[in-house]
């Protein structure tokens, strides 16, 4: 019990004095644990040695770090981590009110066009640093702070994800409370607005961010329909639309979205 306690004296001293030094580490100076020369950086803060999760091993990098020089540089926390507020939406072309795209012009003064998506920046950038890939099958999003599992999910098993990894609404709900991934088990299916945040307004097909392992298609979202609670949201990264429709089977919009019918999935964590 007195070793217990005494090593989580130890992660407390090493998060007080992570949060002490964290602005005097750059990115640019982080040679990875042990070195090696491989950039990184943590999501997290207190994951010094950057596993995805804070726990009692971070304690042992920081102690090693301060006593025996090894590792000579603790992992940063990733300069755009930290939730905020609403992504762009990665539109980048500007179109005429007859879907003509003019952005190569000179837009006269006045023009209404000036206030369409892609003339204003909006919410934190959707750029390279968006986006941070662990390498271990989750993706973690620095505008929301929400971690995401990378690839549609391969629900059959199979070692591929298709098409043919689909699940009705609750079926779906099961299968993200019982995922364990990336060393962590408190996934679950995100909420239709959450869903939408990781919509790339400006791609087409795979309307995603490359760093995801994209299935185009439409995926269940965890908000069921108020009006006919017998269907629920999905959004489809198809075209990147959010799409309702009729429940009873009887599908609108391409897709029947009665939560008996069959959709993708891609689980989320975080955002308590």
Request: net charge negative; aromatic share 6%.
């Amino acid at each position: 019990m007195k070793k217990v306690l005494m090593a989580l004296a130890f992660l407390v001293v090493g998060w007080t004095l992570r949060s002490l030094f964290e602005g005097a580490w750059s990115r640019a100076e982080a040679g990875g644990v042990g070195g090696g020369g491989v950039e990184k950086c943590a999501a997290i803060n207190g994951d010094v040695n950057a596993s995805g999760a804070v726990d009692l091993a971070d304690a042992v990098t920081i102690l090693g770090n301060l006593f025996l020089g090894n590792p000579t540089e603790l992992v940063p926390l990733c300069a755009s981590s930290g939730a905020r507020g609403l992504p762009d939406t990665g539109q980048r072309r500007c179109f005429t009110c007859e879907g003509v795209s003019r952005c190569d012009v000179a837009l006269p003064l006045g023009s209404p066009l000036f206030g369409q998506d892609s003339r204003v920046n909006t919410g934190c950038p959707n750029d390279a640093n968006r986006f941070t890939n662990h390498g271990n099958g989750t993706v973690t999003d620095n505008c929301t702070g929400l971690m995401w599992q990378q690839g549609t999910a391969d629900v059959n098993s199979d070692g591929q994800s298709t098409g043919e990894d689909s699940l009705p609404w609750c079926s779906a709900l099961i299968f993200c409370r019982n995922l364990g991934l990336g060393g962590h088990d408190d996934w679950r299916m995100p909420n239709v607005r959450e869903l939408e945040s990781i919509v790339d307004y400006g791609r087409v097909n795979q309307a995603i961010d490359p760093v995801f392992s994209a299935v185009p298609g439409r995926y269940w979202s965890s908000t069921s329909i108020e009006v006919d609670p017998k269907g629920a949201w999905l959004v489809d990264f198809f075209t990147g639309g959010p799409r309702t429709c009729v429940t009873e089977s009887s599908p609108v919009n391409n897709g029947c979205c009665d939560k008996s019918c069959e959709a993708l999935v891609r689980a989320v964590r975080g955002g308590q």
